[in-house]
């Protein structure tokens, strides 16, 4: 069986074909502002990669907040639930996903079989999200990689006090002014994201092992600070980034 | 009949000595789509959305109405008073309502309602006698008879969220006669309408009033069915009959102590145990709890409530929804995933 999962997120559009238990393909495209433009070249382009026709898929879920623009669809599902199967598929055992995205933040509860539990997301606000993070690179003027590579070799954490991301970037400014060392400054933009995640997920419903998906999860600083307050290792998938699409290529082959 | 508009941010205004000086009583409920742009003006963004859009639709109403009454829903729109008594030029009237149920609150509520018909006798020159107020709690009994009647049938019949509330709104806006008229309709109507559809999956609603549709179209499009609630705009308005035997604003008082207890009164306790009774009687494992933005009452409650129902192996969502009339999918994914966990 062949089947098709595509994430549309709000930064970016992924997707995923799966033939029996073998992934075959997957691709990160930017959504844009016309979804529905993205996921059809996507999915044109991918056709043509594989040298495949439509017609030779046999089903395709779509995922991710804009997945109702997927006319042809079998089937949509949640993003919570499709970045769950996609764990499943990638890491088996996992008990506890954190999945951050350019929009939101999750956190998944798996039970010993690998079904979700329980589900926390971030309140309607950009902190602690990929956009955040976007916006902290932008004000220190470096690419996301190597925000993300600087803060390992901070040797402390300022405190940022404010996480909603506009006063954030005026305090970030100010640091600057003030000559703080940039590491320094991305050190503790990560350990506030961290901590405002690890509140969120509430700490007693955290259980190993744990993973991290979405586009963040590329970020080390974040994870490292995340192990740091979770006193836990986290791993992340090869698949992170697409790990939504993954699973809602699984999810497909049991529709 | 005039119209005499009410802010109350619960179910604490006492409809029936308006209806008995011969008023119609007209709940505000803002206008989602007008927005809260002249209220802004007067009370801060970081208030809550609803209070600011009663505001902002009483602004616009300054002649449609006889007068404007308010009620101690929560304490944070209760302070809104002097606000609106400043900015709005019709009579203004004030009713207390005590956050306790005990036998002192009790003779405080009484004195507060006692207070209330002598400043509308004394503003209207009309005389609100006994037997007026009885006749006015009769009417209200058959409204709220009705409304219970046809509420019991959204767990069995095809009956939206949606449709729901717009019965909820009816009964507090529009003149009385008019709505036993239209509750007369629903009850030929919904009795016959088709089963509780198999795709849908039944919840309890709790938390802040829902005061537009958006939020139960949102529900309904998430694949959930709203099939006991404990709102203001819901069941606590309909719950209990006000009591017929007894001298009129005695009855009252009686009334509002009995009424399923919203957040904004403590202890929380038979909050709580009303959710867990009405979890038992129909036979429901899912609530769905959500407080709007800067509700800061149903906030406070949440953790406890929302722990205290897991506790009992009820599966519970506590959402934070915004004051808004476009469709919000970051709510939207939250439910249908609750939905799903629930299949």
């Given at each position: 069986m062949r089947t098709i999962g595509i994430d549309i997120g709000s930064t970016t559009t992924k997707i995923a074909v799966l033939e029996n238990d073998q992934l075959l393909y997957t691709e990160i495209v930017p959504t844009g502002y016309n979804v529905d433009k993205a996921w059809r070249e996507l999915l044109a382009a991918t056709l043509e990669n594989l040298r495949l026709r439509e017609s030779e898929i046999d089903r395709l879920v779509a995922t991710g907040y804009g997945r109702n623009s997927v006319d042809i669809a079998d089937r949509r599902i949640t993003e919570i639930m499709c970045h769950a199967a996609g764990i499943v598929y990638s890491r088996p055992g996992t008990r506890s996903v954190i999945d951050i995205g350019g929009q939101d933040s999750k956190f998944i509860q798996l039970d010993a079989d690998g079904n979700v539990a329980d589900f926390k997301m971030n309140d309607k606000c950009a902190a602690g999200t990929g956009r955040f993070l976007e916006v902290m690179a932008r004000a220190l003027e470096l690419n996301l990689e190597d925000f993300g590579r600087l803060s390992l070799v901070a040797n402390r954490a300022v405190k940022i006090s404010s996480m909603c991301t506009v006063f954030a970037e005026s305090e970030v400014i100010s640091l600057i002014s003030r000559g703080e060392e940039r590491e320094n400054i991305i050190a503790g933009i990560h350990e506030s994201i961290a901590g405002r995640v690890v509140s969120m997920m509430g700490r007693s419903g955290v259980k190993a092992p744990v993973a991290m998906t979405g586009g963040v999860a590329r970020n080390q600083g974040i994870r490292k600070a995340l192990e740091e307050k979770l006193k836990l290792n986290i791993t992340v998938p090869e698949t992170a980034q697409v790990n939504g699409a993954v699973g809602a290529a699984v999810l497909a082959r049991k529709i | 009949m005039q119209t005499f508009a009410y802010f109350d941010s619960g179910h604490e205004f006492p409809e029936e000595i308006v209806m008995a000086a011969g008023f119609t009583p007209y709940k505000i409920l803002g206008d989602v789509e007008a927005g809260t742009g002249a209220a802004d003006e007067y009370l801060h963004t970081y208030f809550c959305p609803f209070a600011r859009g009663a505001l902002n639709q009483a602004l616009a109403a300054d002649d449609d109405w006889a007068g404007i009454g308010f009620a101690h829903g929560c304490d944070a729109t209760n302070r809104h008073y002097d606000v609106w008594r400043r900015h709005l030029g019709q009579p203004f009237f004030w009713v207390n309502t005590p956050m306790k149920t005990n036998p002192t609150a009790r003779v405080f509520h009484r004195r507060g309602l006692d207070d209330f018909r002598a400043d509308l006798e004394k503003a209207y020159g009309v005389a609100i006698t006994p037997e007026k107020l009885a006749a006015a709690i009769r009417q209200s009994n058959r409204i709220k008879e009705k409304m219970r009647r046809l509420a019991a049938l959204r767990a069995t019949r095809d009956i939206t969220n949606p449709e729901y509330f717009e019965m909820v709104r009816t009964a507090v806006q529009e003149p009385r006669d008019r709505v036993l008229e239209y509750l007369g309709e629903l009850e030929r109507e919904w009795p016959a309408r088709p089963a509780f559809p198999r795709a849908l999956v039944p919840v309890l609603l709790t938390g802040s009033d829902v005061t537009f549709p958006g939020w139960m179209e949102v529900m309904e499009e998430a694949g959930l069915r709203v099939v006991r609630d404990d709102l203001s705009l819901g069941e606590r308005y309909f719950h209990a009959a006000i009591p017929e035997t007894v001298e009129p604003l005695k009855a009252l008082v009686e009334y509002y102590a009995l009424q399923p207890q919203p957040a904004t009164r403590v202890p929380s306790d038979r909050r709580l145990d009303y959710l867990k009774t009405a979890l038992w009687e129909s036979g429901l494992n899912a609530v769905v709890s959500q407080n709007l933005k800067f509700c800061e009452p149903y906030a406070i409650d949440a953790p406890w409530i929302v722990n205290e129902l897991k506790k009992q192996g009820i599966r519970i969502i506590h959402l934070e929804r915004e004051y808004?009339?476009?469709?919000?999918h970051q709510a939207l994914t939250r439910l249908e995933t609750f939905r799903q966990l629930l299949e």
């Open positions: - | 808004t009339p476009t469709l919000d």
